[in-house]
């Protein structure tokens, strides 16, 4: 059985970083894209960033462009955001995310077929 579960979460005060993981057992998603997305309390579940199945292509939702950072570690089977300059409006349940269809990035939410169970981020101001 596929998992994905995810650590990191924190609170942390405005300004400040970040790093979250997530660690999949169960098959490899090497060949697939991974993406991370969000959900605060009384919104729909968005978008934050997305990672080719190489590493070599990313893509950011502008309210986080040139703050987080996704990476991945094929070898590994994990994925990880770096997050930076953190505000308060970031606070969110973090998702992981893994396609079994795209190897490129993607932002569509119904592209993602197995999620982790979330990470509390919460920023202070």
């Known amino acids: 059985q596929a998992q994905l579960v995810e650590s990191g979460g924190n609170l942390v005060q405005a300004g400040g970083s970040l790093r979250l993981s997530c660690a999949a057992s169960g098959r490899t998603f090497s060949d697939y894209a991974k993406g991370w997305f969000r959900q605060a309390p009384g919104k729909e579940r968005e978008f934050v960033a997305s990672?080719?199945?190489?590493?070599?292509?990313?893509l950011y939702a502008d309210s986080v462009k040139g703050r987080f950072t996704i990476s991945r570690d094929n070898a590994k089977n994990t994925v990880h955001l770096q997050m930076n300059s953190l505000k308060p409006e970031d606070t969110a349940v973090y998702y992981c995310?893994?396609?079994?269809?795209?190897?490129?990035?993607?932002?569509?939410?119904?592209?993602?077929?197995?999620w982790g169970q979330g990470t509390q981020v919460t920023v202070s101001s």
């Open positions: 995310a893994a396609s079994l269809r795209l190897g490129s990035t993607s932002f569509n939410i119904k592209d993602y077929y197995y």
């Open positions: 990672i080719s199945w190489y590493g070599g292509n990313t």
